[in-house]
């Protein structure tokens, strides 16, 4: 018998996914679409599109003069704090100092921004991460206990907050975001983007019914850029990775004769859990009727992650599937339209317990090679990669994120980055290699 949260899904996905169903008229072939074919070559990686990813801990201020050489290499930049920095807090017990708005103003003041503000074609790109760390649950914004399992869903999902408590979560989201911007000033620094959530497709899993309310948080975040900071383009965190791996396998229609991941089970993922993101109720509703629709989008970029779980990869990355990616060329095959907006990799990795350069620099390669769009007719414009970390913490802060005592990371979280905790530039791993084309 299915569960309620499992009938649910099917609810609701028969509301927001009638758009990629399309009719087929006597002249079309019948059946499915299937993946199109993994285009060869390699996703090539220059200044233009390549980022660096930065993120407020003291491990990295004892790197910026290496981080500031790494520029030359790249003209991006991801700049990414928790609404409510766990690490921040445990250090501080201050709610304040542990906000998002105060952890970006003072990392940016320390000198960070000093090296980014004259590099006339660098882009900064902020990333406001809603979740927890371990990524079981939202991060609560002032420290409290509402995220803690047995009070999450009875308290503290955005449909909660937003109607038995005035929407304080999501007004809370709003002040922090354009308080950071405000500090940053748009029109003085090179902040370009923001992206809101990580990984929110985890969100979605763990609380569906929670799906339309965070889409209500996102129209509100984009009135409000418009109104303060016009020039600021906005998006939505999703991990593909996770997305290919958990979600699509809940829109598998097995009774249907589909085994394993489809592509219209990706069509149909998409459809309940991306497009509402991305279009308004009435474009949803234009779409189902007309295929050939061509809805105007509301935000300004694809914001995607790539952080396959390395479990269900027993032969590393290379056990990755051909079409792991592919769905997103394919989807843009038979919509062109959508294939519009860029396409941005703000997060790419691989998660190791340990030192593991040559494992990591094996995803890297494979991330590229499996996105390369040279046989594809409608290209996704993919305008950033960036590697999820830039170099260990420092042994302290690895203590601090990784113990379950404390913020229960995970120990992958001590060994995200390119560089050891002390930058050997003389050191080209094979991730390095990869990520700089050398």
């Known amino acids: 018998m299915r569960s309620m949260t499992t009938l649910f899904r099917v609810a609701l996905f028969s509301l927001l996914a009638s758009p990629l169903f399309f009719a087929c008229g006597e002249d079309e072939p019948a059946g499915p679409p299937e993946f199109l074919t993994p285009s060869s070559g ?22 910026l003069d290496v981080f500031g050489a790494d520029l030359d290499a790249a003209n991006h930049v991801i700049l990414q704090s928790q609404m409510h920095s766990e690490l921040g807090f445990l250090r501080t017990g201050d709610a304040n100092a542990a906000s998002f708005s105060k952890q970006i103003e003072d990392f940016w003041d320390e000198d960070f921004g000093v090296q980014l503000i004259d590099r006339a074609d660098t882009q900064v790109t902020l990333v406001l991460d809603l979740q927890r760390m371990n990524r079981e649950w939202l991060v609560d914004w002032r420290g409290l206990e509402r995220d803690e399992p047995g009070n999450r869903e009875a308290s503290f999902t955005f449909q909660l907050r937003q109607s038995e408590n005035n929407s304080d979560y999501q007004q809370a989201i709003v002040g922090e975001l354009l308080d950071a911007l405000d500090a940053l000033d748009p029109s003085e620094s090179p902040v370009v983007r923001v992206v809101v959530g990580t990984e929110m497709e985890r969100h979605y899993l763990s609380a569906p019914q929670d799906w339309p309310y965070f889409v209500a948080l996102l129209r509100l975040l984009d009135t409000s850029l418009a109104e303060q900071f016009p020039t600021v383009q906005l998006s939505v965190g999703i991990n593909w990775s996770h997305f290919m791996e958990a979600v699509v396998p809940v829109f598998v229609d097995a009774e249907a004769g589909e085994t394993g991941v489809t592509f219209p089970a990706v069509q149909r993922a998409w459809a309940a859990v991306i497009d509402p993101l991305y279009y308004s109720e009435a474009d949803l509703l234009e779409l189902a ?6 809805a105007t989008p509301l935000l300004d ?3 995607f992650a790539s952080i396959p779980d390395p479990a269900l990869y027993a032969g590393g990355p290379r056990d990755l599937p051909d079409t792991h990616y592919v769905g997103i060329p394919t989807l843009f095959d038979l919509q062109p339209f959508r294939a519009d907006l860029p396409l941005v990799w703000f997060n790419v990795g691989w998660p190791v317990d340990s030192e593991r350069p040559e494992v990591t620099g094996e995803f890297m390669e494979r991330f590229l090679a499996l996105n390369a769009t040279d046989d594809y007719d409608v290209k996704p414009n993919h305008t950033m990669v960036a590697w999820w970390g830039y170099n260990y913490p420092l042994e302290n802060e690895c203590d601090q994120l990784s113990d379950p005592g404390n913020i229960d990371a995970g120990l992958n979280v001590c060994f995200r980055g390119m560089y050891g905790t002390i930058p050997q530039v003389s050191n080209r791993t094979r991730l390095i290699r990869a990520f700089f084309g050398q």
């Open 42 to 63: 390699q996703l090539a990686l220059n200044p233009a599109n390549r980022a660096l990813f930065a993120t407020p801990v003291r491990s990295l201020y004892t790197t």
């Open 289 to 294: 009727e007309d295929a050939d629709y061509e």
């Open 301 to 303: 970029f694809y914001a």
